[in-house]
């Protein structure tokens, strides 16, 4: 997929979990263009936002990071789920935001679940 992703692998480092998002970075890495590791959530969403990327996916991010651009998302017309495809919940500490429908339905088969930050505040 000629797309750029923009990920974080975050500072959880439990083994699971951490082998978990490595999984997830080396499928990425094998189906887009490229990976780039911004080191903000906040960025890396108005990136999508505004066109400069086409793929965000974290899990372990807070709401107060995603808030303000997943509307910032939905306004330019792209797409904001949970990273399991299923609809995006605020609270879950998961998300895929892609710049169209057709690439979110293509990416989230891509991306191990890690449910153990769901709803840990």
Known sequence: IESIVLTNIGSHREK???D??????????????GI????SAAISLAMIANGEADVYTEFGIHCWDMA????????A???VID????????????ILAT??????????PLIDHISSFEHDV
Do not use: Q, Y
């Open 16 to 18: 699971s979990v951490l």
């Open 20 to 33: 978990l998002k490595l999984s997830t970075f080396r499928k990425l890495s094998e189906n887009f263009r």
């Open 36 to 39: 780039r590791c911004v080191g």
């Open 68 to 75: 303000a651009c997943a509307l910032l998302i939905t306004e």
């Open 77 to 79: 017309g792209g797409v």
């Open 83 to 94: 990273p399991t495809g299923g609809k995006f919940e605020m609270m879950s500490r998961g």
């Open 99 to 108: 710049c169209s429908d057709e690439l979110a339905r293509n990416t989230f």
